[in-house]
């Protein structure tokens, strides 16, 4: 199993745990995560955009699919939770550094 492969379902893992600790464990200490507009640097910010996130959608994530594309890993995830037009399929794009999540954007995928 690849780093890559490794650090993604740590944060599938962490994530439908609810484990806002170990989630943002994930991520390099200079990490960067764009989602719904805001960019979050760092894992204070990344901690209390967890959770905040996970209080008020109460998510969980389901892998559907992951490919490679040029410097970045592309997850496909059913996202379900407490909001408008759950279950909704959303596109997370990460760049892995040593191990760790340096970069992640969430987006709405056209699937």
Request: some cysteine; proline content about 3%; glycine content about 4%.
């Amino acid at each position: 199993m690849s780093h890559v492969t490794e650090i993604i379902e740590s944060f599938l893992k962490e994530k439908n745990n609810f484990d806002s600790a170990a989630f943002v464990a994930c991520f390099a200490d200079d990490a960067v995560v764009h989602d719904e507009g805001q960019e979050l640097l760092g894992p204070a910010a990344i901690k209390r955009w967890i959770e905040a996130s996970n209080a008020k959608y109460q998510d969980t994530i389901a892998a559907e699919r992951i490919v490679e594309a040029d410097n970045e890993t592309i997850l496909t995830a059913l996202v379900t939770g407490i909001f408008e037009g759950s279950p909704v399929f959303l596109n997370f794009h990460f760049v892995i550094r040593k191990g760790k999540i340096s970069r992640l954007r969430i987006e709405p995928t056209n699937k």
